[in-house]
T-cell receptor, first 109, second 115 residues
Framework: DAKTTQPPSMDCAEGRAANLPCNHS???????VYWYRQIHSQGPQYIIH???NNETNEMASLIITEDRKSSTLILPHATLRDTAVYYC??????????FGAGTQVVVTP | GAVVSQHPSRVICKSGTSVKIECRSL??????MFWYRQFPKQSLMLMAT?????????EQGVEKDKFLINHASLTLSTLTVTSAHPEDSSFYIC???????????FGPGTRLLVL
C-alpha cells in the first residue's frame, strides 16, 4: 500500500523554484519523510529527509506541515539537470525504502 | 565521487544462463546492502537485504533460489540471477547505507537483457 501520494508529473521553468508536493496523511510519529530523485537510467540520488522540522541543504529545502500529513520539496533554482523522477518516501526504517510512482519533473528552458 | 559501484553496467545473456552482478561499497564498510529491481516505466522494487556473514532476507514474492545473494565481505555483495529468462530482464540497483545509518547511497545500476 502506498504511503505517499504525489502528482504524476509537473513542468518547471529553468531558473524558477520547483515546489513538489507530497501527501502522507497516514504517517506515524516515528516515520521520517525522505526525498530521492532518479535521473533517467541512473540509480536514485538522496536529496533530503526530515522528521518534523523544516530542513535545508545544498540541494533543496523540505517543508513539513505541522500535522506532518504533507510536505513540499523545494528546488530553489531549477536547472535542466534537475529533470528527473522525484520520490517522496515515508519510512521508519531507513534501509528498506518502498518507492512509489514519484513525480516526473521536466525542467524546460 | 562514486560511493557505490556496480559491475557490469549492462549485460546481455541467453535464456537459461546465470548472471552475476557485483555491488561494491567504495568509501566504507557495510554490513548491510540492499538490492532493488526496476522494470521499464515502473518504480524501484526492493528485492532483498544482503547481510554480511549471514543469509539474505528476501521480500515477499522474490524467489531466493533464483536470486542468489552473497555478501562475502564488508564491501562486496553479489546478486546472481540463476537460469535467467526474458522476464528477468530489468534494471538491477544496489544501495548501501551511509555511516550514520540515515540514508542510502545507490549504485549506478546494472541493465540485464535476457534473450
Amino acid at each position: 500500500d502506498a504511503k505517499t501520494t504525489q502528482p504524476p508529473s509537473m513542468d518547471c521553468a529553468e531558473g524558477r523554484a520547483a515546489n513538489l508536493p507530497c501527501n502522507h496523511s497516514t504517517i506515524s510519529g516515528n516515520e521520517y519523510v525522505y526525498w530521492y530523485r532518479q535521473i533517467h537510467s541512473q540509480g536514485p540520488q538522496y536529496i533530503i529527509h526530515g522528521l518534523k522540522n523544516n530542513e535545508t541543504n545544498e540541494m533543496a529545502s523540505l517543508i513539513i506541515t505541522e500535522d506532518r500529513k504533507s510536505s513540499t520539496l523545494i528546488l530553489p533554482h531549477a536547472t535542466l539537470r534537475d529533470t528527473a523522477v522525484y520520490y517522496c518516501i515515508v519510512t521508519d526504517s531507513w534501509g528498506k525504502l518502498q518507492f512509489g510512482a514519484g513525480t516526473q519533473v521536466v525542467v524546460t528552458p | 565521487g562514486a560511493v557505490v559501484s556496480q559491475h557490469p553496467s549492462r549485460v546481455i545473456c541467453k535464456s537459461g544462463t546465470s548472471v552475476k552482478i557485483e555491488c561494491r561499497s567504495l568509501d566504507f564498510q557495510a554490513t548491510t546492502m540492499f538490492w532493488y529491481r526496476q522494470f521499464p516505466k515502473q518504480s524501484l522494487m526492493l528485492m532483498a537485504t544482503s547481510n554480511e556473514g549471514s543469509k539474505a532476507t528476501y521480500e515477499q514474492g522474490v524467489e531466493k533460489d533464483k536470486f542468489l545473494i552473497n555478501h562475502a565481505s564488508l564491501t562486496l555483495s553479489t546478486l546472481t540471477v540463476t537460469s535467467a529468462h526474458p522476464e528477468d530482464s530489468s534494471f538491477y540497483i544496489c544501495s548501501v547505507p551511509d555511516r550514520e545509518g540515515e540514508t542510502q547511497y545507490f549504485g549506478p545500476g546494472t541493465r540485464l537483457l535476457v534473450l
